[in-house]
């Protein structure tokens, strides 16, 4: 501790770092510790929002490369890192980097069988892996979550590095290669350095400008296990001394809450997300009754300066927070038409063009200089030239060193160092480049990943039934998608159709989640149109997987379905015309969700029905009739919660405490003095805590306030049931003018006299608990009833389910509170007691780890505050 306060207070004024060349990345890691308590990454788990400060990561970095030492780990070893972006994962990739292991990083959806083939090709000595990642069993593994806790134990000053050189190779990034055989990029620290360093002499021209936005924030919703989630989530940020955010799950709904909250200045993702965010904006025009407006404001703005264009969508920025002014798009290509969209919003959109080849980046757009539809300039070192066919060629220190595949390494550019990508683009007078397609036959899907179709091929081919097989990527708005098409053994008979769909089920769960087949035909003829040495003649399959894919869509527009069906609300979503009117139709299947579907029309559906979905309840839901029966359990009326932070405010929590102690202390010890028991078990209990108590009275919170000590007492939010209040703020229409009037009068007084939140008995307790998670990060205490009811009869009711999945994820210490003597006087209507007639007692507190089950927790929750009675 007192070393990360040193090395935090030792540079906390440090706002660049130097201009010079580094002569490995151990020096850019040195520098970004220098930055000492500038926040570096900001988090979401569970409920909270945690920071991690430069030095912090950095000194965590140096414990985890002695962690490595101590294991036996050399210069050149090969670490697996599995899991999902988080501070940890840039603590693990630079400790490896520090101490000379070479990082192999995967997705977080790769599959195990494809980890184990990874880990098999470099010879893995260890694997850090995310808490939902398989368990490894060929090899020692470190769980991300535990890391610091496991490199407690050693020195966190600077870890005296091998001696090193650009050449050394720092990562090999595995694409989705052959099923049988993976293919990775081996990167070195020259290929990274080669990238940033052009763009920190370009930055240092702009720091002047940045202090006054400092600091500038980066969203990054692309995976650090690709380079270019890398380079805008590890190290092009720290050149600005920025901070990079990371959620755990981000719904578009929840989008502009996060954007507001965690002031959000650029969001660094894929088209696909750009689409889906587009479509929320769309639909909250709609809901508001604005967006035929909206319409006409944006072809208004076509010609408009970016001004006035903010101007014109205020209420867009509003939403989206005013700090938001830019998208950084990577991946995938960006289509023009959403481009111009986020333009015409008044957003700058920045998109380049990059491989994993080329450490991510061969031409990038300048923020305030872009063309419409271009992928920028060439990036500083690189030589680009386009050849007779259009075909992207490329030299230079970024160009990857080597492929590696059947454990060696192979050349990956030509002998004159020239490497072929694939791709064809245009070049225009001003030297930028203009995206056209692709040459490679590799599918690049909507959310950015590479899939190569031999893939798919392999393990349908695998597959009993299967005689032979094609896939092929179909486009869509922001991406292609991989379509089977099969050849089976019987012919195209409903028993063949059953052999196909286990056959692509069976393959699919050999596969990762985005190589899935969610569309796939059978072959009508014989046998596949064939060249003259038998391969299959993929041109003549196309285009009958596009006749196939047109006749559909004519079928699924003649279904008649209205604007409001589920079926086209799938289709705005997927980009694909599909009929949902079949009860038993899969959502995988036959209407090809992928995750990234799954969690749009989740958020969709939540704003259209204004209703909770449990996630995991979701998850499980496989077919269109489940889906309509989930909706239909948990449909309520529109109603809008508001979460109000004023009451946290210094002025209102001064005037909530004068009156406390002026009116309401006073009065509790009047009228009824309480004998309080168990204070002894808050002695060291600091805060922030979750309070729980049984709910015999709606003036339960006099008898729970002066129970607590004054550090907890001043700082205690209270859920309040959510319909009660957005009633008393929005009274109905019913009431006359002045009764409305002392309805919202009623609203502002309990808001201020007891800083209370809207905790919903229906639907929107979701939003609640995101709540209570952002008053424990500004270290407020929260009370619940967990009951969710008053007593009517003197017992105590069972807890509602919530309150496990609220303590466990916000990870603070659990209160257990037992009023006792209250029921009398409620039977009685009666104020008055004697002394010591109202008692409260206090149990220990007690933590959850996020591991543990919710239903369990909120059982263990209720027999304790149970127990208390009797205490």
Same mark, same amino acid.
């Given at each position: 501790m007192e070393l990360d306060l040193h090395l935090e207070l030792q540079t906390l004024t440090n706002n660049k770092m130097p201009a010079g060349n580094w002569k490995t990345l151990v020096e850019f890691v040195r520098e970004y510790g220098a930055r000492g308590g500038e926040i570096a990454v900001r988090q979401r788990r569970g409920y909270r929002m945690e920071s991690w400060s430069y030095a912090r990561i950095v000194a965590e970095a140096n414990r985890v490369a002695r962690e490595l030492a101590a294991r036996g780990l050399n210069q050149g070893d090969a670490v697996l890192l599995w899991g999902e972006n988080s501070a940890e994962w840039i603590i693990a990739f630079f400790g490896c980097l520090l101490r000379g292991a070479v990082v192999v990083p995967l997705d977080a959806g790769s599959s195990l069988e494809?980890?184990?083939?990874?880990?098999?090709?470099?010879?893995?000595?260890?694997?850090?892996?995310?808490?939902?990642?398989?368990?490894?069993?060929?090899?020692?593994?470190?769980?991300?979550?535990?890391?610091?806790?496991?490199?407690?134990?050693?020195?966190?000053?600077?870890?005296?590095?091998?001696?090193?050189?650009?050449?050394?190779?720092?990562e090999i990034i595995f694409t989705s290669g052959a099923t049988g055989?993976?293919?990775?990029?081996?990167?070195?620290h020259g290929n990274v350095l080669a990238n940033i360093e052009p763009l920190r002499h370009e930055i240092q021209k702009y720091l002047r400008y940045e202090k006054l936005v400092h600091p500038i924030r980066f969203l990054n919703l692309l995976p650090l296990s690709h380079v270019f989630g890398q380079m805008l989530g590890v190290f092009i940020p720290p050149l600005l001394g920025g901070t990079v955010v990371f959620m755990d799950a981000l719904r578009p709904a929840e989008f502009s809450e996060t954007m507001r909250r965690e002031r959000i200045s650029v969001v660094v993702t894929v088209p696909r997300f750009m689409e889906s965010l587009r479509r929320e904006v769309e639909r909250s025009e709609e809901r508001d009754g604005r967006m035929g407006q909206f319409r006409k404001n944006l072809s208004a703005s076509e010609k408009e300066h970016f001004l006035r264009r903010w101007w014109r969508f205020r209420r867009v920025?509003?939403?989206?927070?005013?700090?938001?002014?830019?998208?950084?798009?990577?991946? $995938?290509?960006?289509?023009?038409?959403?481009?111009?969209?986020?333009?015409?919003? !008044?957003? @700058?959109?920045? *998109? &380049?063009?990059?491989?994993?080849?080329?450490?991510?980046?061969?031409?990038?757009?300048?923020?305030?200089?872009?063309?419409?539809?271009?992928?920028?300039?060439?990036?500083?070192g690189m030589e680009v030239r386009v050849d007779e066919d259009g075909e992207i060629l490329v030299r230079g220190?970024?160009?990857?060193?080597?492929?590696?595949?059947?454990?060696?390494?192979h050349s990956l550019a030509e002998r004159d160092g020239w490497f072929r990508t694939g791709d064809v683009a245009e070049k225009d007078a001003d030297g930028r480049l203009y995206f056209r397609g692709r040459k490679k036959n590799v599918i690049v899907t909507s959310a950015g990943m590479n899939v190569y179709p031999e893939d798919i091929?392999? $393990?349908?081919?695998?597959?009993?039934?299967?005689?032979?097989?094609?896939?092929? !990527?179909? @486009?869509?708005? *922001? &991406?292609?998608?991989?379509?089977?098409?099969?050849?089976?053994?019987?012919?195209?008979?409903?028993?063949?159709?059953t052999h196909a769909l286990r056959a692509v089920d069976a393959a699919n769960r050999g596969l990762a989640e985005f190589q899935r087949v969610r569309q796939w035909m059978i072959w009508p003829e014989a046998d596949f149109p064939r060249t003259p040495t038998q391969k299959p003649i993929t041109p003549k399959i196309r285009e009958a997987v596009m006749r196939a894919q047109s006749a559909e869509g004519e079928n699924a527009a003649g279904n008649g379905q209205g604007n409001d069906s589920l079926s086209q609300l799938i289709a705005?979503?997927?980009?694909?015309?599909?009929?949902?009117?079949?009860?038993?139709?899969?959502?995988?299947?036959?209407?090809?969700?992928?995750?990234?579907?799954?969690?749009?029309?989740?958020?969709?559906l939540e704003e259209r029905h204004q209703l909770d979905l449990n996630g995991a309840q979701f998850q499980d839901v496989k077919t269109v009739k489940q889906l309509e029966n989930l909706l239909a359990t948990g449909a309520t009326g529109k109603v809008r919660y508001p979460y109000p932070t004023w009451p946290q405010n210094v002025l209102v929590t001064a005037f909530r405490l004068f009156i406390y102690y002026l009116l309401a202390w006073p009065a509790t010890y009047l009228l009824a003095a309480p004998r309080i028991r168990g204070r002894e078990n808050l002695r060291d209990v600091k805060g922030p805590v979750l309070v729980i108590a049984n709910h015999v009275t709606y003036l339960d919170i006099a008898w729970v306030l002066p129970s607590l000590p004054v550090r907890l007492r001043h700082r205690l939010a209270t859920a309040m049931r959510g319909e009660l209040l957005a009633e008393m703020r929005r009274p109905p229409a019913s009431l006359g003018f002045f009764a409305r009037a002392l309805e919202r009068l009623n609203y502002f007084l309990v808001c201020s006299l007891f800083n209370v939140f809207p905790l919903p008995k229906q639907a929107g307790f979701l939003q609640s608990f995101h709540f209570a998670g952002d008053l424990v990060d500004r270290r407020w205490s929260i009370l619940v009833f967990p009951e969710g009811v008053t007593s009517e009869d003197g017992t105590m009711a069972a807890f509602r389910g919530g309150i496990g999945l609220l303590a466990r994820q916000l990870n603070i210490p659990v209160v257990p509170m037992y009023l006792d003597g209250l029921f009398p006087l409620k039977r009685q209507n009666r104020i008055l007691a004697r002394p010591g007639q109202v008692r409260v007692t206090i149990g220990k507190p007690v933590e959850f780890s996020p591991e543990q089950d919710a239903a369990d927790i909120t059982r263990m929750l209720e027999q304790r505050v149970r127990e208390l009675r009797s205490a």
């Open positions: 494809f980890a184990q083939r990874v880990s098999g090709e470099v010879g893995a000595r260890l694997v850090f892996r995310g808490a939902t990642q398989k368990e490894c069993a060929w090899g020692p593994t470190i769980a991300l979550e535990t890391l610091t806790e496991l490199a407690a134990r050693h020195d966190a000053s600077d870890y005296p590095s091998l001696e090193g050189s650009r050449q050394d190779t720092l055989e993976p293919r990775g990029v081996v990167i070195s920025h509003a939403r989206l927070g005013w700090k938001f002014w830019a998208f950084i798009s990577g991946g $995938a290509a960006l289509p023009a038409e959403l481009e111009m969209f986020w333009s015409r919003l !008044g957003y @700058a959109v920045i *998109q &380049g063009y990059g491989m994993t080849e080329t450490t991510s980046l061969i031409s990038l757009n300048h923020p305030f200089r872009s063309s419409r539809g271009s992928i920028g300039r060439v990036f500083p220190e970024n160009v990857a060193t080597a492929y590696r595949q059947r454990g060696a390494n091929e392999k $393990a349908l081919r695998a597959q009993a039934g299967v005689r032979d097989c094609v896939v092929v !990527g179909v @486009a869509r708005a *922001q &991406g292609d998608e991989p379509y089977a098409v099969l050849l089976m053994d019987a012919n195209a008979s409903d028993a063949a159709k705005q979503i997927t980009g694909r015309n599909v009929a949902a009117n079949s009860p038993d139709a899969s959502l995988e299947n036959d209407l090809g969700l992928s995750s990234l579907d799954r969690v749009e029309l989740m958020s969709a």
